[in-house]
């Protein structure tokens, strides 16, 4: 017998729920871990409030250096009104964007899926959304929040929408390695009709499809991609877009499936991967137990199959939480959608662990 694989995973808890939901997805791992035979050895980190409680500033030097040597990384949440009233450098929020900087991470991933059991939290007609399983790709360091020049005075203010060719191709290959893994559909979502910009990202995005032949490749203008993801999001596999776009047209997806505290998110780009739910730090409901862990479980199957590609032990925690969903199992937050039980935070994690292990 060969020796079972090592991986090392850098956690930062973070701010308000951040400790209780990463506690939960962390109680998944080990479980999944071990039933599948690999090794995760964790090393924590500070950001965010947290850090500027027990060193002054909200991204310390050691996490950056630290996260750096790391497989992945799993993060929570962070920020919160008691450090509302500092200084923009040292708010916690100004702590993750530098962490995300640093890591270099262009490619933001997320995914939009909607539970069979859940149709009835979204403000969609359930059989809109049945079965919609989509994955927004969005390019996350480059574009008009990037671009130069900018600039505001007191007559005009200007930012420029700015794409390299690398930059292009690089987001373009992930999002065509992603659609390998899926249906093998990709809608890139542009303004080519009014945009240069738009115009020379999709004869990149065409060039790069002559690589995956598999891949079905089609193009959607953002305002109608907008229409689309409300009248029929069945439609997409995967979205590929540009900051902006992807920005706007992700948050929308998102509310498809209805809740919050259900979504996961990856960036990933040069190095490192970062892996987190994509809601907040929940400061009204911090501390009480009830906070749903199922966006920071997904997050770590995300980081298994993206980041370590241990698929079997992604397809595990995934079909888990489908299993906790059906068997009527909810935390609070969807109290109201044909729940058999209500569980606290931990509860649904030990249901996690234990179906995941299985
Ligand atoms: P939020 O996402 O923290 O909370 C919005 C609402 O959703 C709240 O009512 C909250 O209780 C609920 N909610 C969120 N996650 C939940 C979960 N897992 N289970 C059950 N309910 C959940 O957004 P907000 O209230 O606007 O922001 C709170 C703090 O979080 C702020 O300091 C904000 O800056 C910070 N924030 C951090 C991140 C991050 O760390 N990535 C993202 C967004 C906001």
């Not at 920020?79 to 962490?99: A, C, Q, S, Y």
């Not at 373009?172 to 990202?201: G, H, P, T, Y």
């Amino acid at each position: 017998m060969g020796m079972s694989k090592s991986y090392r995973i850098g956690v930062i808890k973070g701010d308000g729920i951040g400790p209780e939901i990463i506690d939960e997805a962390i109680k998944v791992l080990d479980a999944v871990s071990v039933a599948q035979g690999f090794n995760l050895k964790y090393e924590e980190f500070l950001l965010g409030g947290s850090a500027i409680d027990a060193t002054g500033v909200p991204l310390p030097d050691e996490t950056i250096k630290g996260v750096k040597t790391c497989d992945a990384v799993l993060f929570g949440a962070i920020g919160g009104p008691k450090w509302d009233n500092l200084e923009r450098h040292l708010r916690p929020e100004t702590g993750l964007l530098g962490l995300r900087k640093e890591m270099g991470t262009f490619a933001n991933l997320r995914p939009a899926t909607v539970y069979d059991e859940l149709v009835n939290a979204s403000t969609l007609k359930a059989s809109v959304i049945k079965g919609v399983d989509i994955m927004v790709v969005r390019e996350l360091t480059g574009g008009i929040y990037f671009g130069e020049p900018r600039e505001l005075n007191e007559n005009m203010a200007f930012n420029t929408m700015v794409y390299s060719r690398g930059e292009v191709e690089r987001i373009a290959k992930v999002a065509f390695e992603i659609a390998m893994k899926r249906e093998k559909r990709i809608c890139s979502v542009d303004k080519a009709n009014v945009l240069e910009v738009s115009q020379f990202w999709r004869e990149i995005v065409e060039k790069m499809s002559l690589n995956y032949p598999e891949v079905e490749l089609t193009h959607m203008y953002v305002d109608n991609a907008a229409m689309q993801l409300i009248r029929s999001p069945k439609q997409f596999d995967v979205i590929l877009t540009g900051n902006i776009f992807g920005d706007i047209l992700s948050d929308a997806a998102s509310m498809l499936s209805g809740s919050i505290g259900l979504l996961p998110s990856a960036s990933t780009g040069r190095g490192v991967g970062l892996f987190e739910p994509i809601h907040g730090s929940a400061p009204d409901i911090a501390g009480q137990g009830i906070a749903n862990p199922l966006a920071t479980i997904s997050s770590a199957s995300m980081m298994l199959r993206y980041a370590l590609e241990e698929n079997g032990a992604s397809d595990k925690i995934d079909d888990a939480i489908k299993k906790a969903l059906q068997d009527g199992y909810r935390t609070g937050d969807l109290g109201d959608f044909d729940a058999k039980e209500i569980v606290s935070c931990s509860q649904m994690g030990d249901i996690i662990a234990d179906y995941s292990s299985k």
